[in-house]
């Protein structure tokens, strides 16, 4: 594994030792950034499943401004720290280590909304739609921010996810990824149907009391 462009370009990654990571390949990751770059001048990264942290090195090295990186694992948060100071990345990298659903309500106090996110979860986890879902709720998403779900061809992800409009989806062997927009406009409107709705039900709850 290593570094496809930017300012670490080339320079190698180390892979978690004796595990069952399975990081993005430099076909897959050189395939995507093509898609959703090239480069990310002043964007704010999350890699919510980091792994060996390759997505999120890569656009830092591509010129996004910072990236929190997030993983369960130790091992996995060890080797991300690792390969983000032989890099020389550090300087712009937050590294946590923590359950993805948990992580989200951290970083909802930290008030930061995110240009680029990256979910790339063991492939036995199906619910990074419900991620996604809880990161816009919680104002994590910035408006026209781009999503990246990794996962396994058979499993299947909606064309549309709340505010998320799927652009692309693309194939590689075992390797699929559905990548998305997210459209702030769309989530208010949407808010604001759910208000309506809610209300129309109250006021058909009242007009009930008053008539028995």
Do not use: W
Request: aromatic share 8%.
């Amino acid at each position: 594994m290593r570094v496809i462009s930017g300012q670490a370009k080339g320079h190698p990654l180390k892979a978690v030792p004796g595990s069952n990571t399975r990081p993005t390949t430099d076909k897959v990751k050189e395939s995507l950034f093509s898609i959703i770059g090239p480069y990310f001048e002043e964007d704010r990264v999350l890699d919510l499943f980091a792994g060996t942290g390759g997505l999120g090195i890569e656009a830092l090295s591509r010129g996004a401004a910072s990236a929190v990186f997030i993983d369960s694992s130790s091992q996995s948060i060890e080797i991300v720290k690792r390969n983000l100071e032989s890099t020389k990345l550090i300087a712009r990298a937050e590294v946590y280590r923590n359950d993805a659903h948990r992580a989200l309500k951290l970083l909802e106090r930290k008030g930061e909304a995110f240009d680029l996110l990256f979910l790339d979860p063991p492939y036995a986890m199906k619910d990074c739609n419900e991620l996604l879902l809880d990161a816009a709720s919680r104002g994590l998403v910035a408006d026209r921010a781009i999503a990246v779900i990794e996962h396994h061809p058979e499993v299947e992800y909606s064309e549309k996810i709340g505010a998320f409009e799927r652009t692309r989806y693309v194939v590689y062997g075992d390797i699929a990824l559905s990548i998305y927009r997210y459209s702030a406009i769309e989530e208010s409107v949407e808010f604001e149907a759910v208000m309506e709705a809610k209300e129309d039900i109250q006021d058909e709850s009242k007009s009930t009391d008053t008539h028995a």
